[in-house]
């Protein structure tokens, strides 16, 4: 099992940055992948950024290219997701996931949140305009 736990939410103003943290524990050796999803008032989650644990490539929403960052330290078996110039329609609770072992010979999308195994409690982010 693997427990995550992010932190760094809080309410800004449109413009400002933030930058959100999930701590991972447990059997970290076992991950594959990681995500940022978010959820907004009446809408439904959504992949914000995900990134392979063991490194490589990333992904990012089109509404989000080139505002916000994912990275991970696998020392601390933290991921990190750097927002900046927030606008209100980031406003959302964002939760970090995480993928287990991937069975030889899948392919793992993780463009879906039913492609996670582990998830964080979520964090509030709020953007006045």
């Known amino acids: 099992q693997v427990q995550l736990v992010e932190s760094g939410g809080g309410l800004v103003q449109a413009g400002d940055s933030l930058r959100l943290s999930c701590a991972a524990s447990?059997?970290?050796?076992?991950?594959?992948?990681m995500g940022w999803f978010r959820q907004g008032p009446g809408k439904e989650r959504g992949l914000v950024a995900k990134?392979?644990?063991?490194?490589?490539?990333?992904y990012y929403a089109d509404s989000v290219k080139g505002r916000f960052t994912i990275s991970r330290d696998s020392v601390k078996n933290t991921v990190y997701l750097q927002m900046n110039s927030l606008e209100p329609g980031d406003t959302a609770v964002y939760f970090c996931?995480?993928?287990?072992?991937?069975?030889?010979?899948?392919?793992?999308?993780?463009?879906?949140?039913?492609?996670?195994?582990?998830w964080g409690q979520g964090t509030q982010v709020t953007v006045s305009s």
């Open positions: 996931a995480g993928r287990g072992p991937v069975p030889y010979g899948v392919r793992w999308y993780g463009m879906n949140a039913n492609e996670y195994d582990y």
């Open positions: 447990g059997r970290t050796f076992s991950l594959y992948g």
């Open positions: 990134v392979y644990w063991n490194g490589g490539s990333t």
